[in-house]
């Protein structure tokens, strides 16, 4: 059955190769090559599935081995492949929710010229995220992790005749290079500490290394995980990264990708373990990146970045949970899973408005859409739910073990973490809440605008070009479209209730991560009624504001704190002041020294040396001539200076 | 007697140099053919060096002996290890596609001059230089080695100052004018390099009493030569300086930006992928294994000096203007990091900066020689003359990108795998350095993904709307060359099989075992 394993790689791989090199013969059926080859990957995890849930629970990791990659003495990398319960949690999400969005961007894409080379870029992150989460070794993941890297980069600048998509695709890729450095370290150190970075014999040997090079191992990881998941302080690419075509957003930077960090750590649960001062810095990333992702959410009128935001919010979630240790793994993987279900939905869902709405973003131009786009309001709507919490929902499920975790941690940590994760509950409910208002109730504001605003943001390019002051006829989009979403919206209902009766979910990954019941000073029905409390308030609080009264089409001046996170709190000009303009004076100073300093000190010590100066002034008027002396003096010395020390 | 492999190896492209610039001056079309006959040919005899070396025989094979100059023990000795067949490969694989891609390079303006015949000379140069270059890589005998080391100089000068860019922007005069200085600067610096290494020739010579690397090493390793800890070190920085500035290093690089600027594409990669791999192949033969002592003595400040290169490298490369230029300064940075391997004093770090100087010679190549193409179609070295080139010339583009992401070591591309056994190699035994030197992947993806934005992306510039696409002839260059970086990226293993067992030579000469890991947790 192991043989099968490599096939989930190869359809999407096979896919994207036939796809970006066969030309335009193949633009008319590409986009149906790569959601078949996707699909197939499906199918393919679906019967491993079948074969996994055979088995018991202790023989469920299969080892594909298939080529050794890099031998170099005790420098053993192999070509290997490992499928085992939290590999096939991924391979499911990660191949299902990705071959809905090839449905959709059949749809969502069809009138790009460049509709073919999408989907070979779609082939190709699919293999390189299977690749990443199927890897047996820390190098080969890290195959998978730049590879998904790149599919990113190229999938932000798809419409790189935008500046603004380039800068972003490039800045995406930048960041998440700063992360790769750590990861780079982390598979030296493991190297170092080990004498190899493949799973199974470091995961084993774990707990005999010393704590302090566990600890680095652990805290490079984590560095590799800001930098994928858009944790603090690596954040700052997601935002722009919504430059990207809306699927783009809804499976990569939302769904799949960037919870590739919590992988990271929930399958270095081993090194985390042992290291708990680590384990801390994981915990306070996580918490405060859900409330900064939170916060931004809240001030975005772009309703992609809005939800960029939220994004960003829930994978804190994640992070918090996964440094909880084995209290919190399992929960952190299951709300990526359901995250992935109502993020995804979300993200397609906007995508749908825009589809209707002549690729408009600013939700302040939106309102009153339910009537016009029923599926979307409701499959929106019921992502909306789900993400909020609402009772019986999928979210609902996934967050509340988190916050319990949260605040079983124990002590003053315990208590801030909890706090934080019940804050951020409340914050959700709120932006979320606010987006679902300025969408699809209200007033409709996109009818006869007087002005525009300025600088509306538009990340869709079409907006450029068609109907600038048209106005927009909103409508459904099509069945392609649609079906996915549908789908998406059934998972965000009843995934969380499928997970947790029979703790089926927890049965299934403990062998893997590991599991412990926390020692909680609040009891589980505390945590859900004050989670129910913080949700009941944030909806109240957006209803009060955006519900209530009408949304101004132009942004009010709002407090401090809104104008900050409308800025994304000041972390771009941040960068802008650190790194950016430093090392523009850095380089522009070293061109200069290069040009004046180094190249003159050396030339003119060389002119000291030999009076070359003068013999360079003579070649440069090209007399080859007098190279040739040069040659056939220097051969004389030689012959001179030999015959000579032969003598003495 | 059997057949000399090794010499044929050399001989043929130089015997093919002298036919070459013998056709008549009419028939240019011919004279290029010649050469792209050649130089598959030579490949073709690389390939049976490659098949005939054993990696598991002994250290030297295919060797050649003959007398020479009795009166100095001069020997013509040939011989080649693991690493020299790697980059004789390399060195045959390249030189192909150089011709082909400078196929029109050297075509003279107005057929007018009869005498003057710029096509057959470039061709006939080119193979010249990959006569001497393979003849560097094979000879076993210091004064031979040396010989050629030095007589490279001469047709790589003709080489960069006799041809240039078409376009110029100050025109022909003032590019001649810079042409000339970027050869001149490039000739003194190698010759100061060679004059100083002949300083140290000729006292190996006096200490030693001859010439031949083999016995040198193994006079030194049995005791029968003893050789003063002042005057190996002496020896060691004579030798060292000259390699430094081919390679070079940091402070010595400042001629290869203006070489690699006034020469055309092709050239530009015959000196970075394959010239310049002379120095650092000579320092892993001749530094480490004629002063082994020496070379640890001077371990720390070498390490310093690469990581200086590769961060400073990088750090230019990122304030170019000039396209050329740019990937100059990225190579600056790239052999830092080759030397740093060497210097590192561990299998994985000199088994990668082997791999490394392959597959720098393929990446540079690929990325260099669409940069080339795409130099050609405007007439621009400029980055900011270009813009939007994605959208009228997508394969242009999409080629050009994957030769950057293969000057970023992207994983899956072979650059990547080399790159990460430097640094795992370095790190284990000089965890600070390892860190820092990191640090230069994130510079990498800097300078090229900037490179990438400035020229492909964004509105098209109207200067480059009529941009055609990749041609035939320039697909022909550049497929085969991503074919082999993908190849070697997921399967690096046929290259580290053959240079491995030399590595270990390498490191028992200079007496060093890798560091233990802290629990033995491999099986």
Same mark, same amino acid.
């Given at each position: 059955?192991?043989?099968?394993?490599?096939?989930?790689?190869?359809?999407?791989?096979?896919?994207?190769?036939?796809?970006?090199?066969?030309?335009?013969?193949?633009?008319?059926?590409?986009?149906?090559?790569?959601?078949?080859?996707?699909?197939?990957?499906?199918?393919?995890? #679906?019967?491993?599935?079948?074969?996994?849930?055979?088995?018991?629970?202790?023989?469920?990791?299969?080892?594909?081995?298939?080529?050794?990659?890099?031998?170099?003495?005790?420098?053993?990398?192999?070509?290997?492949?490992?499928?085992?319960?939290?590999?096939?949690?991924?391979?499911?999400?990660?191949?299902?929710?990705?071959?809905?969005?090839?449905?959709?961007?059949?749809?969502?894409?069809?009138?790009?010229?460049?509709?073919?080379?999408?989907?070979?870029?779609?082939?190709?992150?699919?293999?390189?995220?299977?690749?990443?989460?199927?890897?047996?070794?820390?190098?080969? #993941?890290?195959?998978?992790?730049?590879?998904?890297?790149?599919?990113?980069?190229?999938?932000?600048?798809?419409?790189?005749?935008?500046?603004?998509?380039?800068?972003?695709?490039?800045?995406?890729?930048?960041?998440?290079?700063?992360?790769?450095?750590?990861?780079?370290?982390?598979?030296?150190?493991?190297?170092?500490?080990?004498?190899?970075?493949?799973?199974?014999?470091?995961?084993?040997?774990?707990?005999?290394?010393?704590?302090?090079?566990?600890?680095?191992?652990?805290?490079?990881?984590?560095?590799?995980?800001?930098?994928?998941?858009?944790?603090?302080?690596?954040?700052?690419?997601?935002?722009?990264?919504?430059?990207?075509?809306?699927?783009?957003?809804?499976?990569?930077?939302?769904?799949?990708?960037?919870?590739?960090?919590?992988?990271?750590?929930?399958?270095?649960?081993?090194?985390?373990?042992?290291?708990?001062?680590?384990?801390?810095?994981?915990?306070?990333?996580?918490?405060?990146?859900?409330?900064?992702?939170?916060?931004?959410?809240?001030?975005?009128?772009?309703?992609?970045?809005?939800?960029?935001?939220?994004?960003?919010?829930?994978?804190?979630?994640?992070?918090?949970?996964?440094?909880?240790?084995?209290?919190?793994?399992?929960?952190?993987?299951?709300?990526?899973?359901?995250?992935?279900?109502?993020?995804?939905?979300?993200?397609?869902?906007?995508?749908?408005?825009?589809?209707?709405?002549?690729?408009?973003?600013?939700?302040?131009?939106?309102?009153?859409?339910?009537?016009?786009?029923?599926?979307?309001?409701?499959?929106?709507?019921?992502?909306?739910?789900?993400?909020?919490?609402?009772?019986?929902?999928?979210?609902?499920?996934?967050?509340?073990?988190?916050?319990?975790?949260?605040?079983?941690?124990?002590?003053?940590?315990?208590?801030?973490?909890?706090?934080?994760?019940?804050?951020?509950?409340?914050?959700?409910?709120?932006?979320?809440?606010?987006?679902?208002?300025?969408?699809?109730?209200?007033?409709?504001?996109?009818?006869?605008?007087?002005?525009?605003?300025?600088?509306?943001?538009?990340?869709?390019?079409?907006?450029?070009?068609?109907?600038?002051?048209?106005?927009?006829?909103?409508?459904?989009?099509?069945?392609?479209?649609?079906?996915?979403?549908?789908?998406?919206?059934?998972?965000?209902?009843?995934?969380?209730?499928?997970?947790?009766?029979?703790?089926?979910?927890?049965?299934?990954?403990?062998?893997?991560?590991?599991?412990?019941?926390?020692?909680?000073?609040?009891?589980?029905?505390?945590?859900?009624?004050?989670?129910?409390?913080?949700?009941?308030?944030?909806?109240?609080?957006?209803?009060?504001?955006?519900?209530?009264?009408?949304?101004?089409?132009?942004?009010?001046?709002?407090?401090?704190?809104?104008?900050?996170?409308?800025?994304?709190?000041?972390?771009?000009?941040?960068?802008?002041?650190?790194?950016?303009?430093?090392?523009?004076?850095?380089?522009?100073?070293?061109?200069?020294?290069?040009?004046?300093?180094?190249?003159?000190?050396?030339?003119?010590?060389?002119?000291?040396?030999?009076?070359?100066?003068?013999? #360079?002034?003579?070649?440069?008027?090209?007399?080859?001539?007098?190279?040739?002396?040069?040659?056939?003096?220097?051969?004389?010395?030689?012959?001179?200076?030999?015959?000579?020390?032969?003598?003495? | 007697?059997?057949?000399?492999?090794?010499?044929?190896?050399?001989?043929?492209?130089?015997?093919?140099?002298?036919?070459?610039?013998?056709?008549?001056?009419?028939?240019? @079309?011919?004279?290029?053919?010649?050469?792209?006959?050649?130089?598959?040919?030579?490949?073709?005899?690389?390939?049976?060096?490659?098949?005939?070396?054993?990696?598991?025989?002994?250290?030297?094979?295919?060797?050649?002996?003959?007398?020479?100059?009795?009166?100095?023990?001069?020997?013509?000795?040939?011989?080649?290890?693991?690493?020299?067949?790697?980059?004789?490969?390399?060195?045959?694989?390249?030189?192909? &596609?150089?011709?082909?891609?400078?196929?029109?390079?050297?075509?003279?303006?107005?057929?007018?001059?009869?005498?003057?015949?710029?096509?057959?000379?470039? &061709?006939?140069?080119?193979?010249?230089?990959?006569?001497?270059? +393979?003849?560097?890589?094979?000879?076993?005998?210091?004064?031979?080695?040396?010989?050629?080391?030095?007589?490279?100089?001469?047709?790589?000068?003709?080489?960069?100052?006799?041809?240039?860019?078409?376009?110029?922007?100050?025109?022909?005069?003032?590019?001649? @004018?810079?042409?000339?200085?970027?050869?001149?600067?490039?000739?003194?610096?190698?010759?100061?390099?060679?004059?100083?290494?002949?300083?140290?020739?000729?006292?190996?010579?006096?200490?030693?009493?001859? &010439?031949?690397?083999?016995?040198?090493?193994?006079?030194?390793?049995?005791?029968?030569?003893?050789?003063?800890?002042?005057?190996?070190?002496?020896?060691?920085?004579? &030798?060292?300086?000259?390699?430094?500035?081919?390679?070079?290093?940091?402070?010595?690089?400042?001629?290869?930006?203006?070489?690699?600027?006034?020469?055309?594409?092709?050239?530009?990669?015959?000196?970075?992928?394959?010239?310049?791999?002379?120095?650092?192949?000579?320092?892993?033969?001749?530094?480490?294994?004629?002063?082994?002592?020496?070379?640890?003595?001077?371990?720390?400040? +070498?390490?310093?000096?690469?990581?200086?290169? +590769?961060?400073?490298?990088?750090?230019?490369?990122?304030?170019?203007?000039?396209?050329?230029?740019?990937?100059?300064?990225?190579?600056?940075?790239?052999?830092?990091?080759?030397?740093?391997?060497?210097?590192?004093? @561990?299998?994985?770090?000199?088994?990668?900066?082997?791999?490394?100087?392959?597959?720098?010679?393929?990446?540079?190549?690929?990325?260099?020689?669409?940069?080339?193409?795409?130099?050609?179609?405007?007439?621009?070295?400029?980055?900011?003359?270009?813009?939007?080139?994605?959208?009228?010339?997508?394969?242009?583009?999409?080629?050009?990108?994957?030769?950057?992401?293969? @000057?970023?070591?992207?994983?899956?591309?072979?650059?990547?795998?080399?790159?990460?056994?430097?640094?795992?190699?370095?790190?284990?035994?000089?965890?600070?350095?390892?860190?820092?030197?990191?640090?230069? +992947?994130?510079?990498?993806?800097?300078?090229?993904?900037?490179?990438?934005?400035?020229?492909?992306?964004?509105?098209?510039?109207?200067?480059?709307?009529?941009?055609?696409?990749?041609?035939?002839?320039?697909?022909?260059?550049?497929?085969?060359?991503?074919?082999?970086?993908?190849?070697?990226?997921?399967?690096?293993?046929?290259?580290?099989?053959?240079?491995?067992?030399?590595?270990?030579?390498?490191?028992?000469?200079?007496?060093?075992?890798?560091?233990?890991?802290?629990?033995?947790?491999?099986?």
């Amino acid at each position: 059955m192991e043989k099968l394993i490599a096939l989930l790689i190869a359809a999407p791989l096979l896919g994207a190769a036939v796809l970006l090199v066969g030309g335009r013969r193949l633009d008319r059926v590409g986009h149906w090559i790569g959601t078949l080859l996707s699909t197939a990957s499906f199918v393919i995890g #679906l019967v491993l599935f079948a074969g996994l849930l055979g088995r018991n629970a202790e023989h469920r990791t299969l080892i594909q081995h298939l080529w050794t990659w890099v031998p170099v003495e005790s420098f053993q990398a192999d070509v290997t492949f490992r499928l085992d319960q939290l590999s096939m949690t991924f391979v499911l999400l990660i191949t299902g929710v990705g071959s809905l969005i090839h449905l959709y961007s059949v749809g969502y894409m069809a009138h790009d010229e460049r509709r073919r080379r999408f989907f070979g870029y779609l082939n190709l992150f699919l293999a390189a995220m299977l690749l990443l989460v199927l890897a047996d070794n820390y190098l080969l #993941l890290y195959v998978g992790w730049e590879g998904v890297g790149l599919a990113s980069y190229l999938l932000i600048g798809f419409w790189q005749h935008k500046p603004s998509a380039a800068t972003a695709a490039k800045k995406a890729f930048l960041v998440n290079r700063v992360g790769d450095v750590g990861l780079s370290i982390a598979i030296m150190l493991l190297f170092t500490t080990f004498g190899t970075f493949a799973f199974g014999p470091v995961l084993d040997h774990a707990g005999s290394a010393s704590e302090g090079k566990l600890t680095a191992i652990a805290l490079m990881l984590l560095l590799a995980a800001c930098g994928k998941s858009a944790q603090v302080p690596l954040q700052s690419w997601l935002g722009d990264a919504m430059e990207g075509p809306t699927p783009v957003s809804a499976l990569i930077h939302a769904a799949t990708m960037v919870t590739a960090g919590v992988y990271l750590i929930v399958r270095s649960a081993a090194v985390f373990n042992a290291a708990p001062d680590a384990q801390l810095v994981v915990t306070v990333v996580g918490a405060v990146t859900l409330l900064f992702g939170a916060i931004v959410g809240c001030a975005k009128d772009d309703i992609k970045k809005a939800l960029a935001g939220s994004t960003m919010s829930q994978i804190g979630y994640m992070v918090l949970a996964a440094g909880l240790g084995p209290v919190g793994y399992v929960f952190a993987i299951m709300h990526l899973v359901t995250h992935g279900f109502f993020k995804a939905g979300l993200f397609l869902g906007a995508g749908s408005v825009m589809h209707g709405m002549n690729d408009e973003v600013d939700m302040r131009k939106y309102g009153g859409l339910r009537t016009y786009m029923p599926v979307t309001f409701v499959t929106f709507g019921l992502g909306y739910l789900a993400i909020i919490g609402f009772p019986g929902l999928s979210g609902f499920f996934s967050k509340d073990k988190i916050i319990e975790a949260a605040f079983a941690k124990g002590g003053t940590e315990g208590w801030i973490l909890g706090g934080a994760a019940l804050l951020g509950a409340a914050i959700t409910a709120f932006y979320m809440t606010r987006v679902m208002l300025m969408t699809f109730f209200g007033e409709e504001r996109w009818r006869s605008r007087p002005t525009r605003s300025p600088e509306a943001p538009s990340a869709e390019p079409a907006a450029e070009h068609q109907g600038e002051h048209a106005e927009p006829h909103p409508h459904e989009s099509p069945k392609v479209m649609t079906i996915p979403m549908i789908v998406l919206a059934v998972g965000s209902v009843f995934g969380g209730a499928f997970f947790s009766v029979g703790d089926r979910f927890l049965h299934w990954l403990e062998p893997v991560t590991g599991h412990s019941e926390g020692d909680s000073p609040l009891s589980a029905a505390t945590v859900t009624g004050a989670t129910m409390v913080c949700l009941v308030a944030g909806v109240a609080i957006a209803w009060a504001q955006y519900g209530r009264k009408p949304v101004p089409a132009v942004a009010p001046r709002g407090s401090l704190l809104t104008r900050a996170a409308r800025r994304d709190l000041y972390q771009d000009d941040l960068n802008h002041v650190v790194l950016v303009r430093g090392g523009e004076h850095l380089t522009r100073s070293l061109v200069y020294v290069d040009h004046t300093l180094v190249d003159g000190v050396v030339n003119g010590t060389a002119a000291g040396f030999g009076g070359l100066s003068g013999r #360079l002034r003579r070649l440069q008027n090209g007399f080859a001539r007098s190279y040739a002396v040069s040659m056939f003096g220097g051969a004389a010395l030689l012959v001179a200076a030999t015959l000579l020390m032969r003598a003495v | 007697m059997s057949f000399p492999l090794l010499t044929a190896t050399a001989a043929l492209p130089a015997l093919g140099a002298v036919a070459t610039a013998a056709v008549p001056a009419a028939r240019r @079309t011919a004279a290029k053919w010649l050469a792209l006959l050649v130089s598959l040919a030579t490949l073709a005899l690389a390939v049976v060096v490659l098949v005939r070396f054993d990696p598991d025989g002994a250290r030297y094979q295919l060797t050649e002996s003959h007398a020479w100059i009795k009166a100095f023990g001069v020997r013509y000795e040939l011989g080649v290890d693991g690493i020299a067949v790697a980059l004789i490969a390399l060195t045959a694989l390249l030189i192909p &596609f150089i011709v082909l891609a400078g196929w029109h390079d050297a075509d003279p303006l107005e057929t007018g001059s009869r005498r003057w015949r710029p096509t057959q000379g470039f &061709f006939a140069l080119i193979l010249a230089v990959e006569a001497m270059v +393979i003849i560097s890589f094979e000879a076993t005998d210091v004064f031979v080695f040396y010989i050629f080391f030095e007589a490279m100089l001469i047709p790589m000068y003709f080489l960069i100052g006799g041809f240039g860019d078409r376009a110029h922007e100050h025109g022909e005069e003032a590019a001649a @004018t810079q042409r000339s200085y970027a050869a001149v600067k490039f000739l003194l610096y190698n010759l100061v390099g060679g004059l100083i290494m002949l300083a140290a020739v000729i006292g190996l010579y006096v200490v030693a009493g001859n &010439f031949s690397l083999a016995e040198i090493a193994q006079a030194r390793a049995n005791g029968t030569l003893h050789m003063a800890t002042s005057t190996e070190r002496w020896l060691f920085l004579g &030798f060292f300086f000259a390699f430094a500035v081919k390679a070079p290093l940091w402070p010595l690089h400042t001629w290869l930006p203006n070489a690699m600027q006034e020469s055309t594409a092709p050239v530009a990669v015959l000196i970075t992928a394959v010239v310049d791999k002379v120095g650092t192949f000579a320092m892993l033969r001749f530094c480490l294994q004629l002063f082994p002592e020496a070379s640890k003595w001077a371990t720390p400040v +070498i390490l310093v000096l690469a990581v200086i290169s +590769i961060v400073y490298g990088a750090l230019l490369a990122v304030g170019q203007r000039d396209i050329k230029r740019l990937v100059a300064y990225a190579s600056i940075s790239h052999f830092g990091f080759i030397v740093l391997g060497i210097f590192a004093m @561990t299998s994985q770090g000199q088994s990668g900066a082997t791999l490394y100087m392959v597959n720098h010679g393929i990446s540079t190549a690929a990325l260099m020689l669409v940069a080339g193409f795409l130099i050609s179609r405007r007439g621009s070295r400029l980055i900011a003359d270009y813009g939007g080139v994605q959208k009228v010339a997508p394969v242009l583009a999409g080629t050009f990108l994957i030769g950057g992401l293969a @000057t970023l070591s992207l994983p899956g591309l072979a650059p990547f795998v080399s790159e990460f056994l430097v640094l795992v190699g370095t790190f284990t035994r000089y965890p600070a350095i390892g860190v820092v030197a990191t640090f230069g +992947i994130v510079l990498a993806a800097l300078y090229t993904l900037v490179l990438y934005q400035r020229t492909m992306t964004g509105p098209v510039k109207p200067e480059v709307s009529a941009m055609p696409d990749l041609r035939a002839r320039e697909l022909v260059v550049v497929a085969p060359l991503i074919v082999l970086l993908i190849f070697l990226g997921v399967y690096p293993k046929p290259v580290t099989d053959i240079v491995n067992p030399a590595v270990k030579q390498t490191m028992s000469d200079v007496q060093k075992k890798d560091p233990k890991p802290e629990v033995e947790a491999a099986k």
